[in-house]
């Protein structure tokens, strides 16, 4: 149930996602990093609305297997399951993968159930909110992403930014009715025997959620107005990727904190990074290569190309 879990969290796909938009397929990986990031600023945002307990917060019978301070209303884990396996799923015509998906959604559902941090119907909330967010994105992106590219990069740079604001200040405005609420005595005691801390609520979630966001839209924006490059390449410049925007990744990692724009900024900086600067590091180093075409029409400019 552990692992189960663990195939519905950040700990999986981050890695996941890092090594196929670095490694195998740059687009489809940003496609989907959109996709969870979206749902991660969601579902931090409607945790701050229901402020609902965990099982084990409540029912000294039920067994907290998992230390957590945040609200359990929807399950997150359920919420990317959905969203990120479907959106995988959804790539394919093939049933037993869409089987697969199913299954593997189910039992992180089962999961978080057993493990005493979430109720059946906040699984439920979460496989609903997932879907809905894969739906919208699925039914949106021939709609928006054409749209996208025919505005000029400083438009668009200003939108990756406005959207993400925009969604951190509903997030403040659900946080508003709980400044001066406090943990319940029975839930922090809960939290702390089972090897939690009952920290103050914060937007700092919140906040590094739309940072990320911010940083993935500019990065998505900045590489595709200067070209993608090319996944492909021998295995060690592949496997070389890895580690060289890793380094860079975690220099800018030591700048995070919980000051809220603090860690908005860490978290855009550092998404930035990992979408636009390492990939331009790849090329520069000859890890990977951009493709340009080879035969131009008359009248065709470098900004034209890089559309």
Not at 212 to 222: E, K, R
């Amino acid at each position: 149930m552990v692992f189960m879990s663990y195939l519905g969290s950040a700990a999986f796909y981050v890695p996941l996602l890092l090594a196929l938009f670095w490694c195998v397929a740059p687009r489809l990986a940003a496609r989907a990093a959109v996709v969870l990031l979206f749902g991660a600023v969601v579902n931090a945002l409607l945790k701050l609305v229901f402020h609902a307990p965990r099982p084990y917060w409540t029912d000294p019978n039920i067994r907290g297997r998992q230390s957590l301070s945040s609200f359990g209303m929807p399950s997150g884990h359920a919420q990317n399951s959905v969203a990120g396996w479907g959106f995988f799923a959804a790539q394919t015509r093939r049933w037993y993968l869409w089987a697969g998906a199913v299954v593997v959604i189910v039992l992180i559902g089962v999961s978080r159930v057993y493990l005493g941090v979430h109720s059946l119907g906040q699984v439920l909330a979460g496989w609903g909110v997932g879907l809905a967010v894969l739906v919208a994105a699925l039914g949106l992106e021939p709609i928006v992403v054409p749209w996208w590219r025919r505005q000029h990069l400083a438009v668009q740079m200003a939108l990756s930014l406005a959207v993400p604001l925009l969604l951190l200040a509903a997030s403040w405005g659900a946080l508003r009715p709980l400044r001066n609420w406090q943990w319940p005595q029975a839930w922090a005691e809960s939290i702390r025997a089972a090897g939690g801390v009952t920290d103050p609520v914060t937007l700092t979630d919140s906040a590094q959620a739309c940072g990320a966001l911010c940083g993935l839209l500019m990065g998505v924006s900045i590489v595709a107005w200067r070209g993608w490059f090319d996944p492909g390449g021998k295995a060690w410049q592949r496997l070389a990727r890895l580690p060289v925007g890793l380094a860079g990744a975690a220099v800018i990692a030591l700048f995070e904190g919980t000051n809220l724009i603090q860690a908005f900024v860490v978290q855009a900086v550092l998404v930035l990074w990992v979408m636009a600067g390492a990939p331009e590091v790849f090329v520069r180093a000859r890890l990977a290569a951009r493709p340009t075409p080879s035969l131009t029409r008359a009248g065709d400019d470098r900004a034209g190309l890089r559309q």
